[in-house]
């Protein structure tokens, strides 16, 4: 088996953490509120699974949006925002399309419906749900973007923007 490099640790950090910080909150939120409000594990768990998308997926496509934009050498501002659009979608579509269909689908719905009714305490169940479906995404989502990353939007390790030697943008 081979050992992950350090620095590959470290541009997933980069690039996910922030993206895993607002699908948590809206997760855990609309989980907790929704079976606040209805007393049912399988309205929480829908409303988690959507929540955990929204917050995850709405800072993901900003930033690629933003990073696009940045990097667009198109001679009007409006075709320079069509095609940083358009990157970004494609970006966050290669990226995450599987890791999402198997997680929302299958995996996390399913977690967090069991969770809850497995330990004592319904938060504690979806946390152990987050950290079960989190791997299973993770898996798949590093996978596509380890694999696809000549069409992926993403930023490069500052050392290498300032050095110049590698292009900030790796889609085309």
Known sequence: MRSIDRAKVAEWLRRYLPLEIGGTIAELGGAFVAYRLSGSFALAALVGTIGASVGYYAIAFVSAVRWSYRDCARPSRIARVWVALWLATRSVL????????VDSLLVRPVAYYLGPQLFASPMVGWIVAKVLSDIAFYVLAITSYETFSRLVVHRRSRQEDEDGSVETIAAA
Do not use: L, M
Not at 94 to 100: L, R, S
């Open 94 to 101: 290669v990226e995450f399309g599987p890791a999402e269909a």
